[in-house]
């Protein structure tokens, strides 16, 4: 009964991680990482950031395509192999199926998207021009929101996610969190009290 178990759990977890493999592996490699400050300081806007945030969105579909490994080798376990193993693979690679889909029919989008890479394009435009917060504007991406570095005037109020940058606690440790938020910010916008 116990092996059962542990094949189920095994086969869930393995469905759950293969479609975040892209995500977390391909955002955490070094190359790709030179030109950004180290996790968890502010990110200055700049084409890089914009090209991550899109580089991530890119990931994030790569990994709703390699969803059909899981359910690919969870249908071929179950006709001919560790059948509980398979339906641990199915199932994870199922629910992560429809919950990708549900971005598609007015869910929550992804953790990166298009409109963000705009919104901070839109900011270091504005930046760039007479509109400007201050005669020397550094918008930089903190985590709650975009802010100027010489000034602190909030620029927008956008969360920053995880865009895959190495942290101070380890590849492991940061590769879980990855795993876990699913590349989503790890804080919340306060809600409006009635």
């Known amino acids: 009964m116990l092996s059962v178990i542990a094949f189920f759990i095994a086969g869930f977890l393995l469905g759950h991680l293969i479609p975040r493999v892209p ?3 391909l955002s955490r490699t070094s190359g790709f990482n030179k030109r950004l ?13 914009t090209q991550r945030v899109l580089h ?10 390699t969803t059909l490994l899981p359910l690919v080798f969870g249908y071929l376990s179950i006709l ?14 199922g629910w992560t199926l429809l919950s990708r889909a549900q971005a598609f029919l007015g869910g929550a989008p992804v953790a990166c998207t298009l409109e963000m890479a705009q919104r901070l394009q839109l ?4 930046a760039d021009s007479e509109e400007a917060c201050c005669p020397h ?5 903190w985590v709650e929101s ?22 101070k606690d380890g590849f492991f440790r940061g ?12 804080v919340h916008k306060d809600e409006p009290q009635k």
């Open 80 to 93: 001919g192999g560790q059948s509980t193993f398979g339906y641990g693979l199915f199932l994870a690679g």
């Open 123 to 126: 900011v270091m435009n504005v």
């Open 175 to 186: 590769w879980l969190r990855l795993w876990i938020s699913d590349g989503y910010p790890m």
């Open 37 to 49: 400050p180290p996790h968890p300081e502010p990110i200055p806007l700049s084409p890089r950031l």
């Open 146 to 167: 975009v802010r100027c570095a010489s000034c602190s005037k909030k620029l927008d109020d956008m969360l920053r996610p995880d865009l895959g940058r190495p942290r």
């Open 56 to 65: 991530m969105r890119l990931f994030h579909h790569l990994g709703t395509m």
């Open 23 to 25: 995500f977390m592996v």
């Open 137 to 141: 504007p550094q918008p930089e991406w």
